[in-house]
C-alpha cells in the first residue's frame, strides 16, 4: 500500500528526491509520515503530512535535524508523496520509510519498503 523510491548515493551537499507511492485505499483522515533508519541506529521521525489538508505549510512537521533542508509535498492526483532533500550530509545516510496514521491513532502502522540513501563526504 506504500512504496517509497528514489534512493541512491549522492555526495554531501547533494540533492535527492524520494518518492512514495500509496495505492489500496484511500488515506482521506491520515497523517503520512517520512522515517528513517541509520546505519546501526533506531529508526526516527523525519517528518508528517496530512494527506487531506489543502497545500499548507502549516500542516506539515520535521524533525530539528532535517527542517530547513527537507520538504514533504503531496500530488493526490497522483497518489504520491514526496521527501525533497537538499543540503545532504553524511549523516542523513539511512534508509527511508514511508508511512501512514490514521489521526485517531498515536502510531504509525502502514509502512512501506524502505529505500537507500548514502551520502558520502
Known amino acids: 500500500q506504500l512504496q517509497a523510491s528514489g534512493g541512491g548515493s549522492v555526495q554531501t551537499g547533494d540533492s535527492l528526491r524520494l518518492s512514495c507511492a500509496a495505492s489500496g485505499r484511500t488515506f482521506s483522515g491520515y497523517f503520512l509520515g517520512w522515517f528513517r533508519q541509520p546505519p546501526g541506529k533506531e529508526r526516527e521521525f523525519v517528518g508528517a503530512t496530512r494527506w487531506s489538508s489543502a497545500a499548507d505549510v502549516a500542516s506539515v512537521s520535521y524533525s530539528d535535524s532535517v527542517k530547513g533542508r527537507f520538504t514533504i509535498s503531496r500530488d493526490k492526483s497522483k497518489n504520491m508523496i514526496y521527501l525533497q532533500m537538499n543540503s545532504l550530509k553524511p549523516e542523513d545516510t539511512a534508509v527511508y520509510y514511508c508511512?501512514?496514521?490514521?489521526?485517531?491513532?498515536?502510531?504509525?502502522?502502514?509502512w512501506g519498503q524502505g529505500t537507500q540513501v548514502t551520502v558520502s563526504s
Open positions: 508511512a501512514a496514521r490514521h489521526f485517531t491513532q498515536s502510531s504509525y502502522n502502514v
